[in-house]
């Protein structure tokens, strides 16, 4: 079968990333996670001290940085590595979410990070979830997917995984990070938050992960 490019963008914490796991696996295509890379990017800065409102200083910093997805087969995932070291768990802390749509707003940073993902794409048969990727890196992707779900269920969802990691978190700390990062994705200058034209819209809200592989799997 002739592959495609599948795009699934929507708010945070949606389950693209679940869907597009499920995906991937099914249809043995590549699963990337662009949102990894503007984590990553942002956890650099956060190390190196990286003033992100000058623009000599992003540009030298996206310089010294090397994004890369490593195939873990324990976990059967590619999980991200910034310069050769594995910053899969880091970048999910809140440190990095409460930054992340600030830096994922500056323009030279979403250059760095589009064209790598464009790269990504050129042999298809690859499943890309993010913000902009059936309107801005993939616009002629043959089958692209627009996720949303009910706030209350969105928080639930990123509470019970990150409490799994972090006793400490709370629900409203989640909830008011989720919706900054919305407001933010929605509404900066360049490449906002927007569902594609020829974009499938897909409300998981009642949906289980199953159901919702199904359903897809027919648009597939
Ligand atoms: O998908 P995830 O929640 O990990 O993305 C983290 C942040 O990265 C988003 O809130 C958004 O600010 C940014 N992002 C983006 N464009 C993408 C993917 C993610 O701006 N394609």
Request: glycine share 4%; hydrophobic share 40%.
């Given at each position: 079968?002739?592959?495609v490019?599948i795009?699934?963008?929507?708010y945070?914490?949606c389950g693209?990333?679940?869907?597009a796991?499920?995906?991937?696996?099914?249809l043995d295509?590549?699963?990337?996670?662009?949102?990894a890379?503007?984590?990553?990017?942002?956890?650099y800065?956060i190390q190196?001290r990286?003033?992100?409102?000058d623009?000599?200083?992003v540009?030298?910093?996206l310089g010294?940085?090397?994004l890369?997805?490593?195939?873990?087969?324990?976990?059967?995932?590619?999980?991200m590595?910034l310069?050769?070291e594995n910053?899969?768990?880091m970048?999910?802390e809140m440190?990095?979410?409460?930054?992340v749509s600030?830096v994922?707003?500056?323009?030279?940073?979403r250059?760095?990070?589009?064209?790598?993902?464009?790269?990504?794409?050129?042999?298809?048969?690859?499943?890309m979830?993010g913000?902009?990727?059936?309107?801005?890196v993939?616009?002629?992707?043959?089958?692209k997917?627009?996720?949303?779900?009910?706030?209350?269920?969105?928080?639930?969802?990123?509470y019970?995984e990150?409490?799994?990691k972090?006793k400490?978190?709370t629900?409203?700390?989640?909830?008011?990070?989720?919706?900054?990062?919305?407001y933010?994705?929605?509404?900066?200058e360049?490449?906002?938050?927007?569902k594609?034209?020829?974009?499938?819209?897909?409300d998981?809200?009642q949906l289980s992960t199953?159901e919702?592989l199904?359903?897809v799997?027919?648009?597939v």
């Amino acid at each position: 079968m002739k592959k495609v490019i599948i795009t699934i963008d929507g708010y945070s914490s949606c389950g693209k990333s679940t869907l597009a796991k499920q995906l991937a696996a099914e249809l043995d295509y590549v699963y990337i996670d662009s949102g990894a890379m503007y984590r990553a990017i942002t956890l650099y800065f956060i190390q190196n001290r990286v003033d992100w409102n000058d623009t000599d200083e992003v540009n030298e910093a996206l310089g010294n940085i090397s994004l890369e997805f490593v195939y873990n087969p324990i976990t059967n995932v590619s999980e991200m590595t910034l310069n050769g070291e594995n910053v899969e768990h880091m970048i999910r802390e809140m440190l990095v979410a409460e930054k992340v749509s600030e830096v994922a707003a500056i323009k030279e940073v979403r250059e760095f990070a589009v064209a790598q993902q464009q790269q990504m794409g050129k042999q298809r048969g690859i499943v890309m979830d993010g913000r902009d990727i059936g309107t801005t890196v993939f616009p002629h992707a043959e089958l692209k997917i627009f996720m949303t779900a009910d706030t209350a269920i969105r928080v639930e969802r990123r509470y019970k995984e990150l409490y799994a990691k972090n006793k400490n978190i709370t629900l409203h700390e989640i909830k008011e990070n989720l919706e900054l990062r919305d407001y933010i994705d929605t509404n900066r200058e360049i490449s906002p938050l927007r569902k594609a034209e020829d974009a499938i819209i897909l409300d998981n809200s009642q949906l289980s992960t199953d159901e919702q592989l199904k359903l897809v799997m027919q648009w597939v």
